[in-house]
């Protein structure tokens, strides 16, 4: 039995270690569209080892194992949204930059301003910008560099004003700028009346880690896409805990489920030291 274990013991943490790493990796990527594709690959070719496996089928064994490295590249090749993000999240900063009163004030007043635009039905959209650059997105909009207010939000997010269509980036506690177009999700939404605004907030929150805010136009309802999850029609109150969690991740757990969980558990990663969007 001891001889076994001993024989045995390398083969037996290595399994650990691929068992975490595929869980892992699963994890991470179970949620995005690439992920279906993975799946639909995966069945493919275990069906496919099977039946060669069983049947002796030289040809086909010999069309897997040359498969694989062909596999590997188209991979890259999918999940290259994904990757790009991980890769920008590992070379990022986790720190805040802006001191904790600074961050309070901010909080303090990007909530007024959004309860204010949902009490008066002004459709808006947030992109807070944490340690993945909006840069790309600003460029779509009107760079403004600004102090936040709600009298700025109002003026900017007012019906038929110039900048009201697409979304405003707040990089620290300073609107970057307004006006910008952001990534439309793909993903099926099962309230068949979220349009293009939503998408449009749920599509940014899962190419980068911004926290989008969302005032409906329709219904003044407020909705945040954070980490790949859609907490929609959130309350006045849960709205403010939801921000505090975020961004003063000391405070008390979440309450809110979110409706569309697309199953990115990455802890807040908070932005980066700049005033401006970042390169
Ligand atoms: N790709 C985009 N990036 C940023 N903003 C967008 C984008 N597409 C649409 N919008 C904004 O969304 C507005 C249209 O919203 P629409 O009515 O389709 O969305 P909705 O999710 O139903 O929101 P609401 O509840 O406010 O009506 C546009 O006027 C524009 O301001």
Redesign the pocket.
Known sequence: MWEFVQKHAGDGVEIIILAICIYQIYRAFRATRGAQILVGLGAILVVLTLIAGIFHFEVINWLITRAAALLAFALLVIFQPELRNALAKLGSSRLFSFSSTRRVAFLERFTDAVIALSKKRI???FAIQRSISLKTHLE?GVVLDAQFSPELATSVFFPKTPL????MIIADDRVAGAG?????SQRELTDR?????????L??AEESDAVVV??????G?ISICVDGAFHRNLSEKLFREKLSQIFLPSDEPDETEPDQKLDREDPVAPARDRNLVSD
Do not use: M, N
């Not at 009201?164 to 979304?167: K, R």
């Not at 910008?180 to 439309?184: I, L, N, S, T």
């Open positions: 459709g808006a959209l779509s009201h269509d697409g979304g910008c177009v952001f990534p439309v009346s979220l349009g293009l605004r939503h998408r449009a907030g599509g940014l969302i005032v409906s136009e329709e219904t309802s």
